[in-house]
């Protein structure tokens, strides 16, 4: 089965959750538009509107030697019928055999320029924009992940499609925050997005916020970034103790999660179900209590406020993005 937007929601069935007495709901990104597939899909396909109503005939885009962003942007543009470029980091590469995501970015058309850490650093400098375009043509450019304003702007609808799904909570996994940017813009009022940083090295909420402001002008929606799962060493790194979380997740719910992005996050949380199942009975024993005192020396019927994110009762909601 093949979706286009909206993409699927569905309830988790598992024992841990029920016993940490949240409700669990993926959002099923995954199944979006094979084959670019999933959240990338929102953040290209206004790219690609956006460079052929402006007469480009090439979309240059960047990422590291196993980027998805990459992948995606090839088998877009080679349905588009866009040419596509993509500039990797690490210029150790050039002339080696090209890693399974490589090769097929290569075989959806795309030309590959390998560049030096220090070009790297530089890519999005003018002087090297300009070298680009020399090279290129008429090229629109997109930067790594597909986050500039359009992309954070085709995220504002994923936002949208769960304003309605009985979640006050949504979570989603943090590379360069233009998901978590335009999702907590489409949520509604009264919902909060949390993303989980799958990197430790940069400020993402700085990072986010700045995407809003390109993007919106400003701060939209409730958000936070959550550094739990960048734990494990900073962006890509895999661990014994992460690849059997994702091996059993597999095996119990046929669901094969992206080990750099939603793995982590899964893990974060599932440890944080953990820790609210143990404390589940005391947290409601205590705030039972502290809303019978409220009541009584106000005399009505106030509720207390709730200080955790994710309490006893939640309905929270996973974007599966790709
Ligand atoms: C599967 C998956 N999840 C999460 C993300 C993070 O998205 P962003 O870079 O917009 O923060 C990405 C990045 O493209 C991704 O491929």
Not at 3 to 21: H, I, K
Not at 140 to 166: F, I, M, Q, Y
Not at 167 to 172: D, G, I
């Amino acid at each position: 089965m093949t979706w286009s937007a909206p993409s699927p929601v569905q309830e988790l069935d598992d024992e841990r959750v029920r016993r940490a007495g949240v409700r669990l709901l993926l959002k099923r990104d995954d199944l979006l538009h094979p084959p670019v597939s999933g959240t990338k899909w929102r953040k290209l396909q206004p790219n690609l509107e956006l460079a052929q109503r402006e007469g480009h005939d090439t979309l240059l885009t960047f990422g590291g030697a196993y980027s998805n962003h990459l992948r995606a942007a090839a088998a877009a543009g080679r349905e588009a019928g866009l040419r596509t470029v993509g500039v990797v980091r690490g210029d150790e590469l050039r002339g080696r055999e090209l890693n399974p995501v490589l090769a097929q970015a290569a075989a959806d058309g795309m030309e590959l320029e390998f560049v030096s850490r220090a070009q790297w650093r530089r890519r999005m400098e003018p002087e090297s924009l300009d070298a680009f375009r020399r090279r290129y043509g008429r090229a629109w450019v997109v930067p790594e992940g597909g986050s500039n304003a359009e992309g954070v702007r085709g995220c504002v609808a994923l936002g949208e499609e769960l304003r309605d799904c009985g979640a006050e909570l949504v979570c989603c996994s943090v590379g360069t925050g233009g998901m978590l940017a335009g999702l907590a813009a489409g949520l509604a009022p009264g919902q909060r997005a949390l993303g989980f940083a799958a990197l430790g090295h940069a400020d993402l909420a700085a990072e986010t916020r700045a995407l809003q402001q390109d993007a919106f002008g400003g701060p939209r929606g409730d958000w936070a970034v959550d550094d739990a799962a960048a734990v494990f060493g900073g962006y890509g790194r895999r661990t014994p103790e992460l690849d059997a979380f994702r091996a059993d997740f597999e095996a119990r719910h046929g669901l094969a999660l992206d080990p750099t992005y939603e793995t982590k996050l899964l893990w974060a949380l599932f440890t944080r179900f953990v820790r609210l199942e143990a404390g589940a009975e005391a947290g409601a024993e205590a705030k039972a209590g502290a809303k019978a005192e409220a009541k009584a020396e106000a005399g009505t019927d106030a509720e207390t406020a709730e200080p955790a994110v994710i309490a006893h009762g939640t309905t929270l909601v996973v974007v599966v993005a790709g």
